[in-house]
């Protein structure tokens, strides 16, 4: 894999050329920037931006002032190549707040290592209504001890609208939800991107985590997709490399609470 035209590739698909992720949102372009607005369960945000320093200040501050009217908590996403190279500082000094880095992982999924399997005794559920989706919410509360009602209500409005553009999937012991994760299929792209995959802490390194990647990326080699983007933490992308992915940049969100 190219990793040079793989990443570029990447930001013109799923940066600059993006398309809404879910019912209910819409990309705007305008000026240097590619914004995302969604309604309050949605995501919103910058996607992408093409700025210097004669230009940077004053668009940061253009998005402030816009989501702000909006009454939106946003998140500029900042990719390790983005220019100009202070963009994070700047960021930071119009009141954004840095989350943890994690790394931008792409595999050919034609190169892919899937034959992992689950654990004896595990048994995986797709996620498809309203009590599969309940079952993602619990394992991803208790694996990220965070809430989970925006995550449910994003997955159940696109499941019902666009189906074909989300793949949810539970591992079960018994009745018990262990592990979750899903996949997100950009129409028009060679892309499809793993989200969310979480493991409850006493479920961990059984390889439960490393079997949800592969049954997702058989998935998306069925349906004709040629590249698997993660963004990845420092757990993850170790799993993630033995796979075959390879790490190409990294990416920081930087949050903004009006």
């Known amino acids: 894999m190219d990793h040079v035209s793989v990443l570029a590739l990447h930001d013109r698909d799923?940066?600059?050329?993006?398309?809404?992720?879910?019912?209910?949102?819409?990309?705007?372009?305008?000026?240097?920037?590619?914004?995302?607005?969604?309604?309050?369960?949605?995501?919103?945000?910058?996607?992408?931006?093409?700025?210097?320093a004669t230009d940077v200040d004053a668009t940061i501050a253009e998005q402030i002032a816009y989501f702000t009217a909006l009454g939106r908590d946003f998140e500029w996403k900042l990719y390790g190549h983005d220019l100009p190279t202070d963009l994070g500082q700047r960021l930071a000094a119009a009141g954004f707040t840095p989350e943890p880095q994690e790394t931008l992982m792409?595999?050919?999924?034609?190169?892919?290592?899937?034959?992992?399997?689950?654990?004896d005794g595990i048994l995986l559920?797709?996620?498809?209504?309203?009590?599969?989706?309940?079952?993602?919410?619990?394992?991803?509360e208790k694996a990220f001890g965070t809430d989970s009602a925006r995550l449910s209500a994003r997955l159940?409005?696109?499941?019902?609208?666009?189906?074909?553009t989300v793949v949810a999937v539970v591992a079960l012991a018994g009745d018990e939800p262990v592990s979750a994760a899903r996949m997100e299929l950009v129409p028009g792209t060679r892309f499809a991107g793993l989200w969310g995959g979480g493991t409850v802490e006493a479920w961990r390194g059984r390889g439960i985590y490393r079997a949800l990647i592969a049954h997702r990326a058989r998935i998306a080699a069925d349906r004709g997709y040629h590249y698997l983007q993660v963004d990845a933490s420092d757990q993850s992308r170790p799993i993630l490399e033995r796979l075959g992915f390879s790490a190409l940049t990294t990416t920081t969100p930087y949050v903004y609470e009006p």
Not at 23 to 45: M, S, T
């Open 125 to 140: 559920l797709p996620a498809t209504d309203r009590a599969g989706i309940d079952l993602v919410a619990d394992v991803h």
């Open 14 to 52: 799923l940066r600059e050329g993006a398309r809404p992720d879910g019912p209910g949102a819409r990309v705007e372009r305008v000026g240097g920037v590619v914004r995302q607005v969604a309604d309050e369960h949605g995501w919103n945000g910058v996607l992408w931006s093409d700025l210097d």
């Open 106 to 119: 792409i595999g050919e999924v034609a190169a892919l290592t899937l034959d992992a399997q689950l654990p």
């Open 156 to 164: 159940l409005a696109q499941l019902a609208a666009e189906p074909d």
